[in-house]
């Protein structure tokens, strides 16, 4: 059935609370009739009642740790942090508590949290709304990182996520809620590290996560009436990251850009042109090129932030020089 | 308590400015023509009004999402606003903030604020360099009813205690956040932020007398190294939690109701204490407000977008970093 990521994110917890009743939402309105600004819990409170759907007041800390807590404790809790930009409120309970019990409790704890969030830019509304983040979050050891980028993998991931016992934090990009396409019915699951090739190729490796992995589609339409054959790889999830897709692909195509909306220094480029050089060194043909934002905040302007985000022409001037060299 | 006309004069002025440039904020963001989310601020006007009556630039303020009424009450200039509401060079942010990171330092405003709870650690640490420098200033954070639970507000609540900052909470209970009705009664924000051991009161937002008698008594206290105050204001969100949000979660009836008898402007030219202007001096005011807010639309449109390469400017002061 072709449904958008809002929809498909949806139905996943619809299916999950069904199937589950340890799985519990909790988050800022997500309770309300409209199931948050995106509508993204829509008729689950009617559904699963307030007791599993429960508003929050407007305490990341709480929110996020008392989902820490709860799944420490039997439940499997699905907290909504509204915007990942929020994480600023709350990182303690996701970063020294969250994703070390297991490890400093030697190994008596399960925690099978998941943390949905939204990110990126596109919106206008600046620099405390616009964030990406994931690079930060997929740094902890004892987290693990989603970003989908179409709505079956949403779907696929999320079901994942729910039933994983270690926690994970859900990234979806604001600016991608309403993109469509076809998603498996009933029960659908997509195992974690593993990249999804979207479009194969010869010439080049692009990869992509999130948006990104959208403008490197669209960058490979472009360039593929140049006569230019780009694969297409679209990481999934950053922790843990499909290391061998990435370099059986350079190893066809000796050539690599990556796309990534986070800021430059230790951003996901940053750690697969790591990756490229220590691993597929033998293979590269040229540098490996990093398209990301700046190094700096996102301004709330329009045209700048237009100028801001990666986009396809970037992409393809970047494949276009690296097949040059 | 008398207020003397000069004051009442800029008391309905200020008030009147907030209202109708936000109303006209409305209809032109309705219309496309400007970008991003914005949260309305009326019915709250008598609350920032009051608040900022008594202050100087040498006071401050740290402000939230819905921060234009802050914004004008504190003295930002109407043209400046409008090109950072729309993201123009000139804006008083350069364009990068936005309304929901409006600032304006010469005016002591620190800036609204896109994270829920973010002022008043800030305001708390301007309140300390005013008690630390000693000259007198007080700082003062605005706090929804839904930002009265986060984790900082807590903080910062004892840490004003604990330091005996010149400093006031200013809470605007609307009963509302984003969707959702508060399910704190009246009254229980004062009552909390009296618990950490300063004094606190309830006072009805929409009268403006009432408001400015409270927020007197705690700017003279803060003045007076007497420590901190919360004042919680009971006010009524008029609008939808941001432009565009039709509150079809709200009692159609009951908001009616609300919004009539808590319309702080009417409120106010009723008020006996207010008898001192007069109708041609209230003319005067309003045909000049709506003249300023014609005119900074008109500056507004013809101005520049930033040009690309301001979206480098000002990460750092001094970096001997690449940017891009
Ligand atoms: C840390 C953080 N959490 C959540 C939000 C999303 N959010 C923006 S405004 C708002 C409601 C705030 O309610 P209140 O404090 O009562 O202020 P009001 O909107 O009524 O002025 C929420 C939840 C945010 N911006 N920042
Ligand atoms: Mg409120």
Redo the contacts with the bound molecule.
């Keep these: 059935m072709k449904m958008s990521i809002r929809e498909a994110i949806n139905q996943t917890l619809h299916q999950e609370m069904a199937r589950d009743e340890r799985v519990i939402v909790l988050g800022?309105?997500v309770a309300s009739d409209q199931g948050g600004v995106y509508g993204i819990t829509e008729g689950l409170p009617a559904k699963f009642g307030v007791h599993r759907v429960i508003d929050t007041p407007?305490t990341?800390s709480a929110i996020v740790g008392a989902a820490g807590g709860a799944a420490l404790t039997g439940l499997r809790p699905v907290a909504e942090l509204?915007?990942v930009d929020?994480l600023g409120?709350c990182l303690d309970q996701i970063l020294n508590q969250i994703a070390k019990f297991r490890y400093m409790f030697g190994g008596q704890a399960r925690t099978p949290v998941v943390i949905r969030t939204m990110i990126g830019a596109g919106t206008g509304t600046g620099p405390q709304h616009s964030q990406i983040l994931y690079p930060l979050l997929a740094a902890i050891p004892g987290i693990k990182v989603v970003t989908p980028a179409n709505a079956a993998d949403a779907k696929g991931l999320l079901t994942t996520a729910i039933r994983d016992d270690d926690p994970v934090i859900f990234c979806e990009h604001k600016a991608l809620y309403m993109d469509e396409c076809e998603v498996p019915e009933g029960e659908y699951l997509l195992p974690f590290g593993q990249a999804r090739t979207a479009v194969q190729g010869s010439d080049i490796t692009i990869v992509g996560m999130s948006r990104t992995a959208v403008i490197a589609e669209q960058a490979a339409a472009q360039l593929a009436q140049k006569g230019v054959s780009a694969e297409v790889i679209d990481l999934r999830t950053l922790s843990p990251l499909d290391e061998s897709t990435i370099l059986e692909s350079l190893a066809k195509t000796g050539r690599l850009v990556v796309v990534d909306e986070s800021n430059p220094y230790c951003s996901m480029a940053s750690e697969i042109a790591g990756l490229a050089v220590e691993q597929g060194f033998d293979t590269l043909d040229a540098p490996v090129k990093r398209i990301t934002s700046p190094h700096t905040p996102v301004p709330a302007t329009p045209c700048l932030e237009a100028e801001y985000v990666p986009n396809v022409a970037r992409v393809v001037t970047a494949v276009e020089e690296t097949l040059a060299y | 308590m008398d207020v003397p006309t000069r004051k009442l004069k800029t008391a309905y002025r200020l008030m009147k400015t907030i209202r109708e440039f936000e109303e006209r904020m409305r209809s032109e963001y309705q219309q496309g023509k400007l970008p991003g989310f914005i949260?309305i601020y009326r019915n709250q006007e008598a609350v920032a009004v009051a608040a900022c009556l008594d202050m100087t630039n040498e006071d401050y303020i740290a402000s939230?999402?819905?921060g234009h009424g802050h914004c004008i009450a504190k003295g930002c200039e109407i043209e400046a606003m409008l090109l950072e509401l729309a993201c123009k060079e000139d804006g008083l942010c350069n364009g990068k903030g936005g309304s929901m990171h409006i600032a304006d330092m010469s005016k002591g405003m620190l800036g609204a604020n896109?994270?829920?709870?973010g002022g008043p650690p800030i305001a708390a640490g301007a309140a300390l360099t005013a008690k630390t420098l000693g000259n007198g200033a007080v700082s003062m954070a605005f706090?929804?009813?839904?930002?009265s639970d986060?984790g900082t507000v807590a903080e910062s609540l004892n840490l004003a205690v604990v330091l005996q900052l010149p400093m006031i909470f200013m809470y605007?209970n609307?009963r509302?956040?984003?969707f959702t009705k508060s399910p704190k009664p009246d009254g229980r924000i004062a009552e909390r932020a009296g618990a950490f051991g300063m004094p606190a009161e309830v006072v009805d937002g929409s009268d403006f007398f009432a408001m400015y008698d409270a927020c007197q008594q705690a700017i003279t206290r803060g003045r007076e190294g007497g420590g901190p105050t919360a004042i919680e204001a009971v006010c009524n969100?008029y609008y939808g939690?941001f432009e565009g949000d039709p509150q079809a979660y709200r009692d159609q009836d009951e908001l009616a109701q609300e919004r009539a008898v808590s319309d702080p402007i009417p409120r106010f030219l009723a008020d006996p204490r207010a008898a001192a202007l007069s109708a041609e001096s209230i003319a005067e005011i309003d045909a000049a407000i709506l003249s300023e807010i014609d005119r900074g639309f008109e500056v507004t449109y013809a101005a520049a977008d930033p040009t690309p390469d301001k979206l480098y400017t000002d990460v750092y002061i001094h970096y001997e970093g690449r940017l891009r």
Excluded: K, L, S
């Design positions: 800022e309105d407007i990341e509204m915007f929020f409120v | 949260h939230t999402h819905r896109a994270i829920v709870g706090i929804g009813d839904g930002a986060q605007e609307n509302y956040a984003e969100r939690h």
